[in-house]
């Protein structure tokens, strides 16, 4: 039988994405990433929406919310990963709801499912307490060499 989330679930790797949340260099750092909770399956991941992130009809680029998609893919897999392994991303779909121009943005991922060399995982972003966008993406898992 599979072992649940929380059988495999590392809190001292989870508290560890936390604390290196606030030296995150880069992209992340440059977009203002933070990982704000995890839990077995679950992350939170949230960014400020600032002024250079606009489009010039001063919405947030979709880049930018791809981006906070990408991150957190990976991310919300290394708790539930054995040390050592590596998470890849190997495709995800965006699909953007709502225009975004202020505030916070938000990232909740949930792992719908996890094997030994990959995974599924859905995220929900929100934005001013709406739904702004919804991704689903496929992570590669590997064994160091």
Not at 25 to 30: E, S
Not at 55 to 60: D, Q, S, Y
Request: charged residues 20%; positive net charge.
């Amino acid at each position: 039988m599979a072992q649940s989330f929380a059988e495999r679930f590392d809190k001292q790797v989870a508290d560890g994405f936390i604390k290196a949340s606030e030296r995150v260099t880069g992209l992340m750092k440059y977009l203002g990433f933070r990982i704000v909770d995890v839990g077995p399956g679950t992350l939170r991941c949230e960014m400020d929406v600032r002024d250079e992130l606009l489009t010039p009809f001063k919405t947030l680029h979709g880049g930018a919310i791809s981006a906070l998609c990408d991150h957190v893919l990976g991310c919300v897999c290394y708790p539930l990963m054995t040390r050592g392994q590596w998470a890849a991303t190997t495709e995800f779909k965006v699909n953007l709801l709502a225009p975004v121009t202020k505030g916070v943005l938000v990232a909740d991922a949930t792992v719908l499912s996890m094997t030994k060399s990959l995974a599924v995982v859905r995220i929900d972003v929100s934005n001013e307490g709406r739904l702004a966008a919804v991704a689903q993406g496929t992570v590669t898992i590997r064994d160091p060499k």
